[in-house]
């Protein structure tokens, strides 16, 4: 798939998703519909602006009018858990407060982060390169799609493969 906002293609074995607009993110879905979904993924950055403002999304039970989980993490080592609602326009944090967290575990730059997220029996997590960054608690959305994505804050985009993804029941 391609347009204004960037592309999302397979190619040489993995998934790519370009975003090519500043704060625009580009993202592929599954169309597929999912209980429980527990998600495996490897996310590599192989693009974006020297700043480091720019970063890969996983979201699970995600909604035909674009409400669900959002899983961010960036390349400068920071991550963010919130959730789409009102129609995909108003986003919530699941933080207290409204901040990025840093983490060590989080693969800074141009690397690939091996991701685990759970969406399930209510229960959230945000595992990266084998430490939970994330734990919390929602049962809003129980079940809906899956999808991947790439996202900027500034210059003109960022690009993530995603390889060796799996969907799972806890």
Same mark, same amino acid.
């Given at each position: 798939y391609e347009d204004e906002y960037g592309f999302t293609k397979y190619e040489d074995g993995y998934y790519s998703v370009r975003s090519l607009i500043k704060e625009e993110g580009m993202s592929s879905y599954a169309y597929r519909f999912f209980a429980d979904p527990v998600i495996t993924v490897d996310a590599t950055t192989v693009r974006g602006p020297n700043s480091n403002t720019y970063g890969f999304f996983i979201g699970c039970n995600l909604q035909i009018n674009e409400e669900g $989980?959002? %899983?961010?993490?960036? @390349?400068?080592? $920071? $991550?963010?858990?919130?959730?789409w609602t009102d129609g995909g326009v108003k986003y919530k944090s699941l933080f207290s407060g409204d901040n990025y967290r840093a983490s060590n575990a989080i693969h800074t730059g141009r690397a690939t982060n091996h991701v685990v997220v759970t969406c399930a029996r209510g229960q959230l997590m945000l595992e990266v390169n084998g430490? @939970?960054? %994330?734990?919390?608690?929602?049962s809003t959305y129980t079940e809906g799609d899956i999808n991947l994505g790439a996202i900027s804050y500034e210059g003109l985009g960022a690009e993530v493969h995603f390889d060796n993804l799996s969907v799972t029941a806890p």
């Open positions: $989980y959002w %899983f961010e993490v960036t @390349v400068d080592g $920071y $991550y963010y858990v919130g959730m430490e @939970v960054l %994330f734990r919390g608690s929602d």
